[in-house]
């Protein structure tokens, strides 16, 4: 049987025909009605022995499907074989279709339910992976994806073999030869004027010899001391570029430099009153991927720093209800000299979609590809309630001059924040999956 089902009616097909691509390109087999039912046959029967047999329920929720007596048959089935749920809503609200189908809601749970249109998929897809994941429900043997469960064009070659060359394509090898080839004549002995040379050859090659060895022994001369005045200075931008995945869970700060009251609890990293960023100290980024959990303790919100080196860094600043710009989301270039920090704001304040709340926890994505930075925020958890589950773009900030072109990532505060990060995932371009 297959790993996931699809429920959904006729209207949304166009999403469950999009899902099923990606899902099936992720390594996951998938039914859905459209393409794998059978002319003929009762389809109650059909879909009862798909949901029977798969791991996983997608059920999409719409306007359209609410009133569909076939979906709920589906629901009833999917709950009472003790399948996992993800909803996706599709122009409709959690708390609108709760009201209007409140046995898929008591079906469905604690599932956490997300947003989803054709427009958005290739956006949502990554996060569906990553919950498949969650619930240990692996796609096939030889698929790879990273940590979110993003699958590139190159891991699809790697996985299928389309990199490799085919039978059709490979060099002919060379015949063997029928008989060994005769070894070739020795070499005549040299004349006597020549042997007569090489003492003086000999004397010249050890003397290049010599010119080489001082040159090189000069270079780490220099080299040495240049490593260690960098190492002198605290430069942030030493190390190489990180190529591998980073996960830092916050059960000690070893990786850091940062404040002295920095503080790390129950997996967490706490912050407060930190004017002065903290970073990775041997990571440097140009384009990566990033996630991380932030809790707004005291309603202020929370900053982050990208591209932290020597000469300054961007910085991202996340106002709660109680801060500088309440529910906005502001970008600053902050250049550092002698002086001590010069801080510009760049760009408009984006407004953050729905209300932050004090208390309220957050998923925050983050992609940054050469000189553009694109950011999300997730209601993981609301004190109120509402809205959890949902995603919105806190929008792009592009950097036309492309001030820091690289650096470490790090957390301060902007004002009198007090917030907590957790789960923090870095993902450079080609990293493998974290084991």
């Not at 394509?169 to 004027?193: E, I, L, M, R």
């Not at 260690?228 to 000690?252: H, Q």
């Not at 304040?349 to 932050?356: G, H, I, Q, S």
Request: aromatic share 10%; hydrophobic share 40%; proline share 8%.
């Amino acid at each position: 049987m297959r790993d996931i089902f699809i429920s959904y009616v006729e209207e949304d097909s166009r999403i469950a025909t999009q899902l099923a691509e990606g899902l099936d390109a992720a390594g996951y087999s998938v039914w859905y009605y459209e393409r794998d039912g059978v002319p003929g046959a009762s389809y109650l029967l059909q879909t009862r022995a798909a949901i029977e047999g798969c791991q996983a329920v997608i059920l999409i929720i719409s306007p359209d499907s609410v009133t569909s007596e076939q979906v709920t048959l589906e629901v009833v089935r999917a709950h009472e074989s003790k399948k996992h749920f993800i909803p996706l809503r599709s122009n409709i609200s959690h708390a609108e279709f709760a009201e209007r189908r409140p046995e898929w809601a008591q079906a469905l749970g604690a599932a956490t339910s997300t947003s989803i249109s054709p427009e958005n998929i290739s956006t949502v897809l990554p996060r569906i992976l990553l919950g498949l994941r969650k619930m240990n429900i692996a796609p096939r043997p030889g698929l790879v994806t990273d940590e979110m469960g993003v699958i590139t064009a190159e891991m699809i070659r790697e996985a299928t073999g389309a990199h490799k060359v085919t039978p059709a394509t490979q060099p002919t090898p060379a015949p063997a030869p029928s008989t060994p080839a005769p070894p070739p004549p020795p070499a005549p002995a040299p004349a006597k004027a020549e042997t007569d040379a090489f003492p003086a050859a000999k004397a010249a090659s050890r003397k290049k010899l010599y010119l080489i060895a001082a040159a090189v022994v000069a270079v780490a001369v220099i080299g040495s001391a240049i490593f260690f005045w960098l190492n002198r200075s605290g430069a942030k931008s030493n190390p190489p570029l990180t190529t591998s995945a980073v996960r830092e869970e916050f059960l000690n700060l070893q990786a850091w430099e940062h404040p002295q009251n920095w503080a790390v609890g129950a997996t967490m990293l706490q912050i407060e009153e930190s004017p002065e960023v903290g970073f990775l100290g041997d990571h440097r980024f140009r384009d990566f991927t990033m996630n991380f959990q932030v809790t707004l303790s005291n309603g202020g919100g929370a900053a982050w720093a990208l591209r932290v080196n020597d000469e300054g860094y961007y910085l991202f600043y996340l106002s709660g209800p109680k801060g500088v710009q309440p529910n906005r989301f502001v970008t600053y270039l902050v250049r550092e000299d002698e002086s001590g920090d010069k801080m510009d704001q760049v760009g408009t304040a984006f407004n953050t979609v729905r209300p932050l709340q004090e208390g309220g926890v957050y998923t925050i994505f983050v992609k940054a590809e050469k000189n553009n930075f694109f950011h999300q925020i997730r209601i993981d958890s609301a004190p109120d309630g509402q809205f959890e589950g949902e995603t919105h773009s806190l929008g792009t900030y592009s950097d036309s001059k492309d001030t820091f072109p690289n650096g470490s990532v790090g957390f301060r505060t902007f004002a009198s924040e007090k917030f907590a990060v957790a789960d923090l995932f870095i993902y450079p371009p080609g990293t493998k999956p974290l084991q």
